[in-house]
């Protein structure tokens, strides 16, 4: 028996020795295991959500990978909201060194009283752990890890950097990570500005965000937070004063999300132009844009607007009783879309930019990437051209035919031309046995001598080409590269806007006139501030692109047709009451395109409509009819923002006029005496 007794006791001294040893092995091998993991702790730095601000400081967009986060450091994160963290989750966080072995142990008997596992006696360490290097399975080998995890984290950092690490990765629920984010998503305030009860309610979040969402279940959130406040009461951590007003505190809760984008193809446009800057989207990113969000949405109304006038034009024109042609009309709508920028003219900035009519349905930005025909837009770059060699508006052209043979220095015409008095395309005719090519007005009609003036107000092809005849294709072509325009095609087509570009390079080139003959770069990004809180960048700082094209004086004879175009000419729809608006009416062939290129004497407006296959809008829908309109919406509704706009131009030194027939003309003092045969009604010999 006693023999007996030994071999007991020995088998079970081996059996604890090897119980031991696998214990031990288990351990050493964890330890190993998780050797990888510490670092991932120690060194977490969560994805920060890159925020878009216009130019009051009011939030565009915020844009973010996966998870949407505003970063707080531990500076910023107010006592009342680590005290409530601690009442909730770890009372003797500041005396534990990351492990609660008297919460375990509680929790262990509550469990086993229960039955299940409903209680962890996780440490806020041992739940930053988990979150951010285990998996969340409630297994022996995850919790061994956890703790093994817990102890070397807490060798390297300090409690307070824990926290930060904490508070910051942890999620609310609504889509939002951090203690930041959240206070502005529930409550649109500071972490500063909070109040107890919202503290209460936030720390309530982690262990069931669904559940005790405020904006689901609010009375089940403020009875959760009514808990806490007891506990906080109970522990002595706030006084009877504080619990009692918390207590009676029921908090504004909103109902909305920060992912909102309020200028996605701004925003677009944006990251484009910042693709360059590594962890943009991540790491906490303060971009800074010359938008104003009164400005965006306007711009954007107004150009809704416009888009839904004319699909109630094309539907009034539409056959009753013809399905086949509904389908045919919805296809034409599905495909119409049109673009707007608005930019301030003498500094470039960009206040206002939309790519399109709906983002949802089509995220391609037609203010920057759509590439189209520019139209009758074109032409006051060609009678600046001519103003500048000295001649004047009161200059006289002839608007009848001409014939252009094939050979004469590839002056042929491409079917680009339209005459925007009227609602469809000139009738270009080629002679099939000469090659010659015949121009003609949409009328048939011929105006005669007509001066510059008249030509460019009425937007008459045929005085336009014979005034570039006059002047030398080669001599327009060569002044048109120096404007910076690029990639045109050597042929008079040009002249009639054959050529194609974006609206937000027509906004570039535009400039020339709004900014009385200094061209500037389009300038969308204000500042850029850095993770750790640096302008890396502020445009105030940089020189703006700028380049002088000509003199004020002599831009202002442009700038004054453009204003009679809109006062009397194809751009009358744009006319707007109690401000002055110049700007110039854009066709291309077959109503394809229509545009319009405005400015008052600070605002600079480009509208673009079109079809994305290409197609004709439809028959009448020029840039008269189509976009001069919605210039005048804006402008409407911008000067009820911004009643203070200057309202009416300046006439720059060195400008004079003189009435003649009626008519007013202007002229410098570089101007020419014209053709003596054109100007019997000039009087007193005087030099235009």
């Known amino acids: 028996m006693r023999f007996i007794k030994k071999i007991n006791k020995k088998v079970i001294f081996a059996l604890l ?9 288990f351990i050493i091998v964890s330890i190993y295991d998780t050797q990888s993991s510490v670092p991932k702790v120690v060194n977490y730095k969560p994805n920060i959500t890159l925020k878009i601000l216009d130019r009051k400081d009011r939030l565009i967009a915020n844009v973010f990978d996966e998870q949407f986060r505003y970063y707080a450091t531990f500076d910023e994160i107010p006592p009342k909201v680590i005290e409530t963290l601690l009442a909730v989750e770890d009372t003797m966080f500041f005396e534990h060194n990351g492990v609660n072995l008297d919460a375990i142990i509680r929790a262990m008997v509550k469990n086993i ?15 930053l752990v988990k979150n951010v290097a285990l998996t969340m399975n409630r297994t022996l080998d995850r919790k ?22 904490y508070l910051n990765h942890i999620f609310f629920g609504n889509g939002y990570y951090g203690i930041k984010t959240a206070a502005y998503g529930y409550f649109d305030k500071d972490l500063s500005n909070l109040t107890l009860k919202e503290i209460a309610m936030l720390m309530a979040l982690p262990k069931a965000p669904s559940y005790y969402n405020p904006v689901k279940n609010l009375d089940v959130s403020l009875t959760r937070a009514n808990t806490i406040l007891e506990r906080m009461f109970n522990l002595g951590w706030i006084d009877k004063d504080e619990y009692e007003n918390a207590i009676k505190e029921i908090p504004k809760v909103y109902n909305k999300t920060l992912t909102q984008n309020l200028a996605p193809y701004v925003v677009d446009e944006v990251l484009r132009q910042l693709s360059h800057i590594k962890g943009l989207k991540t790491e906490g990113y303060v971009v800074k844009l010359n938008i104003d969000l009164d400005y965006q949405k306007v711009a954007q109304d107004a150009l809704l607007k416009g888009y839904n006038n004319i699909i109630v034009r094309l539907e009034s024109k539409q056959p009753k009783n013809s ?3 509904e389908q045919q009309e919805k296809n034409k709508v599905d495909t119409l879309n049109g673009a707007i920028i608005v930019t301030q003219s003498y500094s470039g900035n960009i206040l206002a930019l939309a790519g399109g009519i709906d983002y949802t349905k089509s995220n391609f930005n037609r203010a920057t990437q759509a590439k189209r025909q520019f139209g009758s837009t074109f032409k006051p770059f060609i009678y600046q051209i001519a103003f500048d060699m000295g001649y004047s508006q009161a200059t006289t052209i002839s608007d009848i035919a001409r014939s252009f043979e094939q050979q004469e220095a590839d002056l042929s015409i491409s079917q680009d031309g339209i005459n925007e008095e009227n609602s469809k395309n000139d009738e270009n005719i080629e002679d099939e046995e000469t090659k010659a090519y015949r121009p003609k007005n949409y009328t048939g009609n011929y105006n005669g001598i007509v001066s510059l003036k008249e030509a460019l107000r009425r937007s008459l092809n045929l005085a336009t080409i014979n005034l570039v005849d006059l002047i030398g294709f080669r001599n327009i072509y060569n ?6 325009f690029n990639n045109m095609p050597q ?3 040009i002249i009639l806007g054959s050529f194609v570009l974006s609206p937000m390079e027509a906004t570039k080139y535009y400039s020339m006139f709004a900014n009385y003959g200094n061209r500037i770069e389009p300038r ?3 500042s850029i501030i850095n993770p750790e809180g640096k302008e890396i960048f502020n445009q105030d700082l940089v020189e703006p692109k700028i380049e002088s094209i000509t003199e004020p004086s002599q831009a202002y004879l442009t700038i004054n047709i453009l204003q009679d175009v809109v006062n009397r000419g194809t751009g009358y729809m744009a006319k707007t009451p109690g401000i002055e608006i110049a700007g110039k009416t854009g066709t291309s062939n077959n109503n394809n395109d229509a545009w319009f290129s405005g400015f008052s004497p600070t605002l600079q407006v480009v509208v673009w409509y079109g079809r994305d296959d290409n197609t004709p809008i439809g028959s009448s829908e020029t840039g008269g009819i189509v976009s001069a309109p919605v210039v005048k919406d804006f402008f409407t509704n911008i000067l009820k923002i911004e009643p203070g706009l200057k309202r009416v131009f300046d006439t720059p030194n060195g400008v004079s006029k003189r009435v003649i027939n009626g008519e007013e003309f202007y002229y410098t003092n570089i101007s020419k005496l014209p053709n003596k045969s054109n100007i019997d009604n000039i009087n007193d010999g005087l030099i235009f």
């Not at 020795?17 to 092995?25: E, H």
């Not at 002044?479 to 910076?484: L, R, T, V």
């Open 17 to 25: 020795a090897l119980g031991a040893i696998f214990i031990g092995g």
């Open 113 to 127: 009283k229960s039955g299940g596992l409903n209680e962890g006696g996780s440490t806020i360490t041992q739940q």
């Open 144 to 165: 061994l890890k956890e703790a093994i995890i817990t102890l070397q984290v807490e060798r390297f950092l300090n409690k307070e950097e824990i926290l930060e690490k």
């Open 323 to 325: 399905q086949n042609t």
């Open 479 to 484: 002044q048109m590269e120096k404007y910076g």
């Open 491 to 493: 042929d008079m087509s």
């Open 524 to 526: 969308l990004i204000r």
